[in-house]
């Protein structure tokens, strides 16, 4: 059973920067492309940014390019995201999950295993 536990959600003002943690657990980690989505209220869910099983290429929403990056250290289990310039409209409770030998989809669709979430506010 794979589980993915988030960490790192807080209140932040705008402008100011969080950086998420996903640890997998109870999975072959190398075998997961790994992505971030996040879900504000009454909206759907969307994809944030992407990352290959061994690095080399992610893939960003154009809400987040140049100040949202994303990133993995295979022998720790664990993808990061660090978020700058965090504006309100980011505000939303972030998921990641594990797309099985994928590339890095941006379709939520694509990905069989999620986290629980934690919540990122941005206030003005």
């Known amino acids: 059973q794979v589980e993915l536990v988030e960490s790192g959600g807080g209140l932040v003002q705008a402008g100011g920067s969080l950086r998420l943690s996903c640890v997998a657990r109870?999975?072959?980690?190398?075998?997961?492309?790994m992505g971030w989505f996040r879900q504000a209220p009454g909206k759907e869910r969307e994809f944030v940014a992407s990352i290959e099983k061994n690095g080399d290429s992610t893939r960003y929403a154009d809400s987040v390019k140049d100040r949202f990056t994303i990133s993995r250290d295979n022998a720790k289990n664990t993808v990061l995201l660090q978020m700058n310039s965090l504006k309100p409209e980011d505000t939303a409770v972030y998921s990641c999950?594990?797309?099985?030998?994928?590339?890095?989809?941006?379709?939520?669709?694509?990905?069989?295993?999620w986290g629980q979430g934690t919540q990122v506010t941005v206030s003005s």
């Open positions: 109870g999975a072959t980690f190398i075998r997961y492309a």
């Open positions: 999950a594990g797309e099985f030998e994928g590339s890095g989809s941006s379709r939520p669709i694509d990905y069989g295993f």
